[in-house]
């Protein structure tokens, strides 16, 4: 992918949820099934801890929290867990509707991730110490191009202290023939509308609730794919889970868990 056409889908996708926050804020409630399974491949067993009272402080990087629901997710999971959450996301207006209300333990930081990793400038832009664990659900996706996902996944290993946890999920959603089908459809529509070249392989630009002008680009991960990020951090981190959890098949979300090296 050439880096004009990163920098449409990157500013076509920053438009969808500056204009869309609110509406897809309202859908973004739940936990996801995969991040109790995370937990548990870091040693948390997220099953029986409400008996085992797990009190260790803990400092976790969310990039691209979105509403913050991973926060909530946490707070539930590990109940008597001190956590102390550095968010980071672009859209403001979305993170701090779900984190207002926990500022004392929360620092939140507005930064455009993809423009960074598209102009080659991602290395020492989150401004967090090191941190236990870092996570980064639902994003991988809207990363234009297999080299600024890799730089990604670097940055994240490279954010946890030795032995820390990184966690990420990597949207599969070709493996659902309706979803393929219906990203076809609203592919060819965007292109058309926004005058985009072809796209690379696994790219796609997906609609919102039916409305016009509302697209969001999005890479569907295949399995060749999930493997070549595992081997980009093999040098700085090893694999400790890897699994396919969420969406109606149970199955859309390929979930990576690693731990930094020591």
């Given at each position: 992918?050439?880096?004009?056409?990163?920098?449409?889908?990157?500013?076509?996708?920053?438009?969808?949820?500056?204009?869309?926050?609110?509406?897809?804020?309202?859908?973004?409630?739940?936990?996801?099934?995969?991040?109790?399974?995370?937990?548990?491949?870091?040693?948390?067993?997220?099953?029986?801890?409400?008996?085992?009272?797990?009190?260790?402080?803990?400092?976790?990087?969310?990039?691209?929290?979105?509403?913050?629901?991973?926060?909530?997710?946490?707070?539930?999971?590990?109940?008597?867990?001190?956590?102390?959450?550095?968010?980071?996301?672009?859209?403001?207006?979305?993170?701090?509707?779900?984190?207002?209300?926990?500022?004392?333990?929360?620092?939140?930081?507005?930064?455009?991730?993809?423009?960074?990793l598209i102009e080659g400038s991602i290395e020492h832009a989150i401004e967090a110490p090191p941190v236990d664990i870092a996570v980064c659900f639902g994003f991988?996706?809207?990363?234009?191009?297999?080299?600024a996902r890799t730089a990604l996944l670097r940055t994240l290993v490279d954010s946890v202290c030795p032995g820390g946890y990184v966690a990420v999920s990597l949207w599969q959603f070709a493996k659902?023939?309706?979803?393929?089908?219906?990203?076809?459809?609203?592919?060819?529509?965007?292109?058309?509308?926004?005058?985009?070249?072809?796209?690379?392989?696994?790219?796609?630009?997906?609609?919102?609730?039916?409305?016009?002008?509302?697209?969001?680009?999005?890479?569907?991960?295949?399995?060749?794919?999930?493997?070549?990020?595992?081997?980009?951090?093999?040098?700085?981190?090893?694999?400790?889970?890897?699994?396919?959890?969420?969406?109606?098949?149970?199955?859309?979300?390929?979930?990576?868990?690693?731990?930094?090296?020591?």
């Amino acid at each position: 992918m050439n880096i004009e056409t990163a920098r449409k889908l990157r500013d076509i996708t920053s438009s969808f949820y500056r204009e869309n926050a609110s509406s897809f804020s309202s859908t973004r409630h739940t936990s996801w099934a995969g991040w109790s399974r995370c937990l548990d491949a870091m040693g948390f067993d997220t099953a029986s801890v409400a008996g085992q009272s797990y009190r260790k402080a803990l400092c976790v990087l969310d990039v691209a929290c979105g509403n913050g629901r991973f926060f909530r997710f946490l707070q539930g999971a590990l109940p008597d867990a001190e956590v102390e959450y550095f968010a980071v996301d672009d859209c403001e207006q979305l993170a701090l509707e779900g984190l207002a209300s926990d500022a004392d333990n929360v620092a939140f930081q507005k930064l455009d991730v993809v423009s960074r990793l598209i102009e080659g400038s991602i290395e020492h832009a989150i401004e967090a110490p090191p941190v236990d664990i870092a996570v980064c659900f639902g994003f991988f996706h809207h990363v234009p191009g297999s080299k600024a996902r890799t730089a990604l996944l670097r940055t994240l290993v490279d954010s946890v202290c030795p032995g820390g946890y990184v966690a990420v999920s990597l949207w599969q959603f070709a493996k659902s023939p309706e979803l393929a089908a219906k990203a076809v459809e609203t592919t060819a529509k965007a292109r058309a509308e926004f005058g985009l070249p072809v796209l690379d392989k696994g790219d796609y630009l997906l609609g919102w609730q039916n409305r016009p002008h509302a697209y969001r680009y999005c890479h569907t991960f295949s399995d060749e794919e999930v493997v070549r990020l595992v081997c980009a951090v093999s040098d700085k981190a090893q694999l400790v889970a890897r699994f396919e959890a969420d969406g109606r098949t149970g199955a859309l979300n390929s979930y990576l868990v690693f731990r930094r090296r020591v």
